[in-house]
Protein backbone atom coordinates (compact mmCIF):
# COMPACT_ATOMS: atom_id res chain seq x y z
CA UNK A 1 0.00 0.00 0.00
CA UNK A 2 1.25 3.62 -0.97
CA UNK A 3 2.33 5.56 1.76
CA UNK A 4 0.60 9.11 -0.23
CA UNK A 5 -2.76 9.11 0.65
CA UNK A 6 -1.50 8.31 4.22
CA UNK A 7 1.25 11.61 3.98
CA UNK A 8 -1.75 13.61 2.63
CA UNK A 9 -4.30 12.80 5.22
CA UNK A 10 -1.63 13.80 7.88
CA UNK A 11 -0.92 17.38 6.08
CA UNK A 12 -4.46 18.14 5.55
CA UNK A 13 -5.01 16.91 9.09
CA UNK A 14 -2.09 19.36 10.67
CA UNK A 15 -3.41 22.40 8.17
CA UNK A 16 -6.96 22.45 9.98
CA UNK A 17 -5.06 22.26 13.42
CA UNK A 18 -3.36 25.31 12.37
CA UNK A 19 -6.56 26.99 10.83
CA UNK A 20 -8.34 25.88 13.91
CA UNK A 21 -6.34 27.42 16.55
CA UNK A 22 -6.01 30.71 14.19
CA UNK A 23 -9.86 30.93 14.32
CA UNK A 24 -9.65 30.35 18.38
CA UNK A 25 -7.24 33.40 18.31
CA UNK A 26 -9.64 35.65 15.91
CA UNK A 27 -12.61 34.69 18.45
CA UNK A 28 -10.56 35.93 21.35
CA UNK A 29 -9.60 39.09 19.86
CA UNK A 30 -12.97 39.94 18.73
CA UNK A 31 -14.40 38.65 22.13
CA UNK A 32 -12.42 41.95 23.49
CA UNK A 33 -15.00 44.44 21.56
CA UNK A 34 -17.49 45.77 22.76
CA UNK A 35 -20.96 45.16 21.42
CA UNK A 36 -21.88 48.22 19.07
CA UNK A 37 -25.65 47.94 20.48
CA UNK A 38 -24.65 48.02 24.03
CA UNK A 39 -22.79 51.79 23.80
CA UNK A 40 -19.51 52.61 25.06
CA UNK A 41 -18.79 51.15 28.70
CA UNK A 42 -17.36 53.37 30.78
CA UNK A 43 -15.79 51.12 33.60
CA UNK A 44 -13.87 49.47 30.55
CA UNK A 45 -13.58 48.71 26.90
CA UNK A 46 -13.12 44.92 27.43
CA UNK A 47 -16.03 42.51 27.83
CA UNK A 48 -14.08 41.16 30.87
CA UNK A 49 -15.32 44.25 33.69
CA UNK A 50 -12.72 46.09 35.34
CA UNK A 51 -9.06 45.59 34.37
CA UNK A 52 -6.13 47.56 36.12
CA UNK A 53 -4.05 49.93 33.44
CA UNK A 54 -1.28 47.93 33.94
CA UNK A 55 -2.39 45.11 32.70
CA UNK A 56 -3.81 47.04 29.34
CA UNK A 57 -0.75 47.99 28.51
CA UNK A 58 0.68 44.70 29.21
CA UNK A 59 -2.13 43.08 26.72
CA UNK A 60 -1.34 46.01 23.96
CA UNK A 61 2.72 44.84 24.37
CA UNK A 62 1.40 40.90 23.87
CA UNK A 63 -1.13 41.70 21.02
CA UNK A 64 1.65 44.03 19.31
CA UNK A 65 4.48 41.36 19.64
CA UNK A 66 1.78 38.47 18.56
CA UNK A 67 0.55 40.51 15.56
CA UNK A 68 4.45 40.54 14.62
CA UNK A 69 4.87 37.04 15.00
CA UNK A 70 1.89 36.45 12.71
CA UNK A 71 3.62 38.42 10.16
CA UNK A 72 6.52 36.22 9.98
CA UNK A 73 4.14 33.45 9.99
CA UNK A 74 2.26 35.03 6.89
CA UNK A 75 5.25 35.69 5.35
CA UNK A 76 6.27 32.07 5.29
CA UNK A 77 2.84 30.89 4.02
CA UNK A 78 2.94 33.33 1.11
CA UNK A 79 6.40 32.43 -0.20
CA UNK A 80 5.41 28.80 0.10
CA UNK A 81 1.81 29.49 -1.95
CA UNK A 82 4.36 31.42 -4.70
CA UNK A 83 6.69 28.74 -4.54
CA UNK A 84 3.62 26.21 -5.19
CA UNK A 85 1.73 28.49 -7.63
CA UNK A 86 4.58 28.61 -10.17
CA UNK A 87 5.85 25.36 -9.51
CA UNK A 88 2.02 24.66 -10.75
CA UNK A 89 2.21 27.07 -13.74
CA UNK A 90 5.52 25.32 -14.74
CA UNK A 91 3.71 22.39 -15.24
CA UNK A 92 0.59 23.78 -16.57
CA UNK A 93 2.85 24.81 -19.37
CA UNK A 94 2.52 28.78 -19.12
CA UNK A 95 4.79 31.24 -21.23
CA UNK A 96 8.46 31.77 -19.52
CA UNK A 97 7.50 35.37 -19.43
CA UNK A 98 3.84 35.17 -17.39
CA UNK A 99 5.31 32.31 -14.95
CA UNK A 100 4.59 34.48 -11.66
CA UNK A 101 1.77 36.24 -13.36
CA UNK A 102 -1.65 36.16 -11.00
CA UNK A 103 0.65 34.79 -7.86
CA UNK A 104 0.55 37.91 -5.95
CA UNK A 105 -2.96 38.38 -7.02
CA UNK A 106 -4.46 35.92 -5.43
CA UNK A 107 -2.21 36.87 -1.79
CA UNK A 108 -4.01 40.72 -2.93
CA UNK A 109 -7.73 39.42 -2.77
CA UNK A 110 -6.95 37.29 0.22
CA UNK A 111 -5.77 40.00 1.93
CA UNK A 112 -8.20 42.52 1.22
CA UNK A 113 -5.81 45.10 -0.20
CA UNK A 114 -4.64 46.26 -3.97
CA UNK A 115 -2.64 44.32 -6.10
CA UNK A 116 0.10 46.60 -6.10
CA UNK A 117 0.38 46.32 -2.06
CA UNK A 118 -0.11 42.22 -2.52
CA UNK A 119 3.41 42.23 -4.82
CA UNK A 120 5.21 44.69 -2.17
CA UNK A 121 4.39 42.27 0.34
CA UNK A 122 5.16 39.07 -1.61
CA UNK A 123 8.96 40.72 -2.68
CA UNK A 124 9.16 41.65 0.99
CA UNK A 125 7.98 38.03 1.90
CA UNK A 126 10.54 36.56 -0.26
CA UNK A 127 13.44 38.43 0.43
CA UNK A 128 13.24 38.02 4.03
CA UNK A 129 12.44 33.94 4.76
CA UNK A 130 14.64 33.41 2.17
CA UNK A 131 17.81 35.48 2.06
CA UNK A 132 17.10 37.01 6.03
CA UNK A 133 16.99 34.52 8.51
CA UNK A 134 17.79 36.41 11.79
CA UNK A 135 15.51 39.03 10.85
CA UNK A 136 12.61 36.69 10.38
CA UNK A 137 13.69 35.34 13.73
CA UNK A 138 13.35 38.43 15.26
CA UNK A 139 9.92 39.22 13.64
CA UNK A 140 8.40 35.78 14.53
CA UNK A 141 9.81 36.65 18.57
CA UNK A 142 7.95 39.95 18.42
CA UNK A 143 10.91 41.71 18.83
CA UNK A 144 10.34 43.98 15.73
CA UNK A 145 7.45 45.11 14.28
CA UNK A 146 6.10 43.99 11.25
CA UNK A 147 6.82 47.73 9.62
CA UNK A 148 10.46 48.11 10.87
CA UNK A 149 10.98 44.65 8.61
CA UNK A 150 9.64 46.28 5.63
CA UNK A 151 11.84 48.92 5.88
CA UNK A 152 15.03 47.03 6.63
CA UNK A 153 13.87 44.67 3.79
CA UNK A 154 13.63 47.02 1.42
CA UNK A 155 16.72 48.68 2.30
CA UNK A 156 18.14 45.46 1.06
CA UNK A 157 16.11 44.61 -1.77
CA UNK A 158 19.09 45.53 -4.92
CA UNK A 159 21.79 43.26 -3.42
CA UNK A 160 22.39 39.59 -4.25
CA UNK A 161 20.74 37.14 -2.25
CA UNK A 162 24.61 35.97 -0.96
CA UNK A 163 25.38 39.85 -0.05
CA UNK A 164 22.04 39.91 1.07
CA UNK A 165 22.24 37.41 3.72
CA UNK A 166 25.96 38.44 4.53
CA UNK A 167 24.53 41.33 5.81
CA UNK A 168 21.41 40.32 7.96
CA UNK A 169 24.32 38.34 9.96
CA UNK A 170 26.03 41.65 10.43
CA UNK A 171 22.63 43.02 11.43
CA UNK A 172 22.20 40.68 14.19
CA UNK A 173 24.91 42.47 16.05
CA UNK A 174 23.51 45.35 16.79
CA UNK A 175 20.51 46.79 19.00
CA UNK A 176 17.77 46.05 16.19
CA UNK A 177 14.81 45.79 18.67
CA UNK A 178 15.76 49.35 20.65
CA UNK A 179 15.64 50.57 17.69
CA UNK A 180 13.29 53.10 15.99
CA UNK A 181 12.37 52.10 12.49
CA UNK A 182 14.01 55.47 11.30
CA UNK A 183 17.19 53.77 13.03
CA UNK A 184 17.00 50.35 11.76
CA UNK A 185 16.59 51.25 8.18
CA UNK A 186 19.44 53.39 8.24
CA UNK A 187 21.31 50.84 9.82
CA UNK A 188 20.46 48.40 7.09
CA UNK A 189 21.19 51.26 4.80
CA UNK A 190 24.93 51.76 5.77
CA UNK A 191 25.81 47.94 6.10
CA UNK A 192 24.47 47.68 2.77
CA UNK A 193 26.31 50.18 0.83
CA UNK A 194 29.66 49.27 2.66
CA UNK A 195 28.87 45.24 1.31
CA UNK A 196 28.62 46.70 -2.04
CA UNK A 197 28.99 50.14 -2.99
CA UNK A 198 28.85 49.23 -6.76
CA UNK A 199 25.21 48.01 -6.13
CA UNK A 200 24.36 50.77 -4.36
CA UNK A 201 25.01 53.47 -7.04
CA UNK A 202 23.49 51.08 -9.57
CA UNK A 203 20.46 51.59 -7.47
CA UNK A 204 20.76 55.55 -7.23
CA UNK A 205 20.76 55.24 -10.92
CA UNK A 206 18.05 53.21 -11.57
CA UNK A 207 16.02 55.17 -8.66
CA UNK A 208 16.31 58.49 -10.86
CA UNK A 209 15.08 56.38 -13.93
CA UNK A 210 12.05 55.80 -12.03
CA UNK A 211 11.32 59.48 -11.30
CA UNK A 212 7.69 60.14 -11.64
CA UNK A 213 4.49 62.34 -10.54
CA UNK A 214 1.13 60.96 -8.83
CA UNK A 215 -1.81 62.32 -7.02
CA UNK A 216 -3.47 60.69 -4.66
CA UNK A 217 -7.11 61.49 -2.54
CA UNK A 218 -6.42 63.86 0.66
CA UNK A 219 -9.58 64.23 3.02
CA UNK A 220 -11.77 67.21 2.87
CA UNK A 221 -11.91 67.57 -0.78
CA UNK A 222 -7.94 68.29 -1.60
CA UNK A 223 -5.13 66.13 -3.13
CA UNK A 224 -1.80 65.32 -2.68
CA UNK A 225 0.05 65.84 -5.91
CA UNK A 226 4.06 63.91 -5.80
CA UNK A 227 6.42 64.56 -7.72
CA UNK A 228 9.73 61.60 -7.46
CA UNK A 229 12.58 63.46 -8.29
CA UNK A 230 16.34 63.51 -8.07
CA UNK A 231 16.99 65.40 -4.97
CA UNK A 232 18.87 68.27 -6.43
CA UNK A 233 15.63 69.28 -8.78
CA UNK A 234 13.30 68.49 -5.72
CA UNK A 235 15.60 71.25 -3.71
CA UNK A 236 15.60 73.38 -6.65
CA UNK A 237 11.74 73.30 -7.63
CA UNK A 238 11.04 73.81 -3.88
CA UNK A 239 13.45 77.38 -3.58
CA UNK A 240 11.59 78.19 -6.57
CA UNK A 241 8.07 77.80 -5.01
CA UNK A 242 9.77 79.79 -1.85
CA UNK A 243 11.33 82.23 -3.47
CA UNK A 244 7.84 83.17 -5.75
CA UNK A 245 5.99 83.00 -2.24
CA UNK A 246 8.57 85.66 -0.70
CA UNK A 247 8.31 87.86 -3.42
CA UNK A 248 4.54 88.28 -3.84
CA UNK A 249 4.18 88.82 0.31
CA UNK A 250 6.79 91.19 -0.34
CA UNK A 251 4.28 92.88 -2.55
CA UNK A 252 1.71 93.20 0.66
CA UNK A 253 -0.06 89.70 -0.90
CA UNK A 254 -2.77 88.65 1.79
CA UNK A 255 -2.07 84.92 1.14
CA UNK A 256 0.25 82.84 3.22
CA UNK A 257 3.30 81.34 2.35
CA UNK A 258 1.99 78.18 1.97
CA UNK A 259 -1.19 78.65 -0.18
CA UNK A 260 1.17 81.13 -2.69
CA UNK A 261 3.47 78.20 -2.69
CA UNK A 262 0.68 75.79 -4.04
CA UNK A 263 -1.28 78.46 -6.24
CA UNK A 264 1.96 79.36 -7.54
CA UNK A 265 2.52 75.93 -7.94
CA UNK A 266 -0.61 75.46 -9.90
CA UNK A 267 0.09 77.96 -12.63
CA UNK A 268 2.70 77.45 -13.74
CA UNK A 269 2.38 73.43 -14.18
CA UNK A 270 -1.08 74.57 -16.23
CA UNK A 271 0.28 77.69 -17.51
CA UNK A 272 -2.49 79.64 -16.39
CA UNK A 273 -3.18 82.71 -14.99
CA UNK A 274 -4.11 81.88 -11.75
CA UNK A 275 -4.78 78.41 -9.67
CA UNK A 276 -8.23 78.66 -10.22
CA UNK A 277 -8.54 79.02 -13.66
CA UNK A 278 -8.89 75.57 -14.44
CA UNK A 279 -9.48 74.64 -17.96
CA UNK A 280 -8.96 70.75 -17.82
CA UNK A 281 -11.96 68.42 -17.74
CA UNK A 282 -12.74 67.57 -13.95
CA UNK A 283 -15.76 64.98 -14.04
CA UNK A 284 -18.10 65.57 -11.58
CA UNK A 285 -21.37 63.57 -10.79
CA UNK A 286 -23.91 65.38 -9.03
CA UNK A 287 -28.04 64.49 -9.16
CA UNK A 288 -29.73 67.21 -10.75
CA UNK A 289 -31.68 68.08 -7.91
CA UNK A 290 -28.29 68.77 -6.24
CA UNK A 291 -27.40 71.58 -9.47
CA UNK A 292 -30.59 73.02 -9.40
CA UNK A 293 -31.69 73.38 -5.70
CA UNK A 294 -29.53 75.46 -3.36
CA UNK A 295 -30.82 73.68 0.02
CA UNK A 296 -30.22 70.63 -1.84
CA UNK A 297 -27.28 69.08 0.10
CA UNK A 298 -26.25 66.01 -1.54
CA UNK A 299 -22.84 65.63 -1.76
CA UNK A 300 -21.19 65.21 -5.66
CA UNK A 301 -18.45 62.70 -6.35
CA UNK A 302 -15.22 62.96 -8.50
CA UNK A 303 -15.06 59.13 -9.63
CA UNK A 304 -12.18 57.31 -8.22
CA UNK A 305 -11.71 60.52 -5.59
CA UNK A 306 -14.11 60.99 -3.43
CA UNK A 307 -17.39 63.20 -2.80
CA UNK A 308 -17.49 67.08 -2.47
CA UNK A 309 -20.11 68.74 -0.37
CA UNK A 310 -23.05 69.88 -2.88
CA UNK A 311 -22.35 74.05 -2.07
CA UNK A 312 -18.37 73.15 -3.16
CA UNK A 313 -19.66 71.44 -6.51
CA UNK A 314 -21.95 74.21 -7.21
CA UNK A 315 -19.62 76.62 -7.00
CA UNK A 316 -16.78 75.15 -9.05
CA UNK A 317 -19.41 74.72 -11.51
CA UNK A 318 -20.26 78.45 -11.86
CA UNK A 319 -16.89 79.61 -11.25
CA UNK A 320 -16.85 82.42 -14.41
CA UNK A 321 -13.17 81.72 -14.85
CA UNK A 322 -13.43 78.15 -15.96
CA UNK A 323 -14.58 76.34 -18.65
CA UNK A 324 -17.53 73.71 -18.05
CA UNK A 325 -18.90 70.88 -20.12
CA UNK A 326 -22.22 69.24 -19.47
CA UNK A 327 -22.76 65.81 -20.17
CA UNK A 328 -26.12 63.90 -19.06
CA UNK A 329 -25.99 60.51 -17.39
CA UNK A 330 -28.67 58.35 -16.69
CA UNK A 331 -29.56 56.12 -14.47
CA UNK A 332 -32.31 53.22 -13.45
CA UNK A 333 -33.14 51.64 -9.99
CA UNK A 334 -31.83 48.29 -9.25
CA UNK A 335 -33.67 45.14 -7.58
CA UNK A 336 -32.03 46.09 -4.49
CA UNK A 337 -32.66 49.67 -4.30
CA UNK A 338 -29.24 51.16 -5.70
CA UNK A 339 -28.56 52.32 -8.85
CA UNK A 340 -26.36 52.29 -12.18
CA UNK A 341 -25.27 54.47 -14.96
CA UNK A 342 -26.70 52.96 -17.25
CA UNK A 343 -26.45 55.25 -20.56
CA UNK A 344 -24.77 58.56 -21.39
CA UNK A 345 -26.16 62.16 -23.28
CA UNK A 346 -24.66 55.22 -29.14
CA UNK A 347 -21.98 48.96 -30.89
CA UNK A 348 -18.27 47.76 -31.64
CA UNK A 349 -15.65 45.56 -31.41
CA UNK A 350 -13.72 47.99 -29.20
CA UNK A 351 -14.94 50.02 -26.32
CA UNK A 352 -14.64 53.34 -27.97
CA UNK A 353 -16.32 56.52 -27.95
CA UNK A 354 -19.92 56.92 -25.54
CA UNK A 355 -19.73 53.14 -24.34
CA UNK A 356 -16.20 53.96 -23.40
CA UNK A 357 -17.17 57.27 -21.52
CA UNK A 358 -20.10 55.26 -20.19
CA UNK A 359 -18.24 52.54 -18.76
CA UNK A 360 -15.56 54.72 -17.37
CA UNK A 361 -18.59 56.86 -15.19
CA UNK A 362 -20.27 53.71 -14.25
CA UNK A 363 -16.79 51.87 -13.19
CA UNK A 364 -14.64 55.18 -11.45
CA UNK A 365 -11.35 53.00 -11.09
CA UNK A 366 -10.19 49.09 -11.96
CA UNK A 367 -13.45 46.57 -11.21
CA UNK A 368 -11.17 44.00 -9.60
CA UNK A 369 -11.91 43.90 -6.10
CA UNK A 370 -9.75 45.82 -3.53
CA UNK A 371 -8.05 47.68 -6.51
CA UNK A 372 -8.12 51.12 -6.59
CA UNK A 373 -5.89 51.59 -10.25
CA UNK A 374 -7.06 53.67 -12.73
CA UNK A 375 -8.89 52.31 -15.43
CA UNK A 376 -6.47 51.42 -18.38
CA UNK A 377 -8.37 48.49 -20.26
CA UNK A 378 -11.98 48.04 -21.37
CA UNK A 379 -12.30 44.65 -20.93
CA UNK A 380 -14.92 41.65 -21.84
CA UNK A 381 -16.48 39.77 -19.46
CA UNK A 382 -18.05 37.07 -22.07
CA UNK A 383 -14.71 37.42 -24.19
CA UNK A 384 -15.29 39.18 -27.57
CA UNK A 385 -13.40 35.98 -29.17
CA UNK A 386 -15.67 33.50 -27.38
CA UNK A 387 -19.00 35.33 -28.90
CA UNK A 388 -19.00 38.12 -26.43
CA UNK A 389 -20.89 41.30 -27.34
CA UNK A 390 -19.61 44.64 -26.92
CA UNK A 391 -22.10 46.07 -24.69
CA UNK A 392 -22.11 48.24 -21.21
CA UNK A 393 -22.95 45.09 -19.63
CA UNK A 394 -20.89 42.90 -20.99
CA UNK A 395 -18.34 45.46 -20.40
CA UNK A 396 -15.94 46.00 -17.36
CA UNK A 397 -13.21 48.80 -16.68
CA UNK A 398 -10.10 47.56 -15.46
CA UNK A 399 -6.26 48.21 -14.85
CA UNK A 400 -3.94 46.83 -17.59
CA UNK A 401 -2.52 44.46 -14.94
CA UNK A 402 -6.25 42.81 -14.12
CA UNK A 403 -6.50 42.59 -18.34
CA UNK A 404 -3.68 40.10 -18.30
CA UNK A 405 -4.12 38.39 -15.13
CA UNK A 406 -7.41 36.96 -16.26
CA UNK A 407 -5.99 35.66 -19.04
CA UNK A 408 -3.96 33.13 -16.82
CA UNK A 409 -5.06 29.36 -16.36
CA UNK A 410 -8.10 28.86 -13.47
CA UNK A 411 -9.13 32.73 -13.63
CA UNK A 412 -12.66 32.93 -14.35
CA UNK A 413 -14.94 35.69 -14.53
CA UNK A 414 -18.66 36.22 -14.63
CA UNK A 415 -21.17 38.64 -14.61
CA UNK A 416 -23.74 37.31 -11.92
CA UNK A 417 -26.13 39.83 -11.74
CA UNK A 418 -26.95 42.39 -14.93
CA UNK A 419 -29.18 44.49 -12.60
CA UNK A 420 -26.52 45.63 -10.69
CA UNK A 421 -23.75 44.68 -12.89
CA UNK A 422 -22.03 42.31 -10.04
CA UNK A 423 -18.57 40.14 -11.06
CA UNK A 424 -17.54 37.50 -9.71
CA UNK A 425 -13.79 36.60 -10.00
CA UNK A 426 -12.57 33.12 -9.07
CA UNK A 427 -9.14 32.67 -8.42
CA UNK A 428 -7.19 28.80 -9.11
CA UNK A 429 -7.52 28.38 -5.96
CA UNK A 430 -11.47 28.34 -6.07
CA UNK A 431 -11.81 31.14 -4.23
CA UNK A 432 -14.41 33.77 -4.83
CA UNK A 433 -14.36 37.52 -5.36
CA UNK A 434 -17.42 39.85 -5.78
CA UNK A 435 -17.06 43.58 -7.68
CA UNK A 436 -19.95 45.55 -8.13
CA UNK A 437 -19.47 49.44 -9.34
CA UNK A 438 -19.84 52.24 -6.87
CA UNK A 439 -22.97 53.97 -6.34
CA UNK A 440 -23.50 56.87 -8.22
CA UNK A 441 -24.73 60.13 -6.23
Given at each position: ??????????????????????????????????????????????????????????????????????????????????????????????????????????????????????????????????????????????????????????????????????????LTARPL????????????????????????????????????????????????????????????????????????????????KGQLMA????????????????????????????????????????????????????????????????????????????????????????????????????DWTCRD?????????????????????????????????????????????????????????????????????????
Amino acid sequence: MSAAPVIEAAVAAASDAVLGRLEEMLTWSQSLIPDPAGGVDQVGFTKDGLVADATRIDRIATLERLQASLEAAKAVEMVAFAQSQTAEQIGLGVHPRAIGRGIADQIALASHISPAEGTRRLHTARDLVLDLPHTLTLLSRGDLSGWTVRCVTEKLSHLDRTTRTHVDTALTARPLARMSTKEAAACAQRLAYTADPAAAMARAGKARTDRRVTLRPAPDTMSLLTGLLPVEQGVACLAALQAAASQSKADGDPRSKGQLMADTLVARLTGQATAENVGVEVGIQLPLAALLDPNDSTPAEIPGWGCLPAALARELITNTEARVWWRRLFTRPTADGGQQVVDLDRRRRRFTGWLAELIRWRDWTCRDPYCDAPIRHLDHLHRHHDGGPTTPTNGRGVCERGNYVREMPGWTIRLADPDTHTVITTTPTGHRYTSRPPQPP
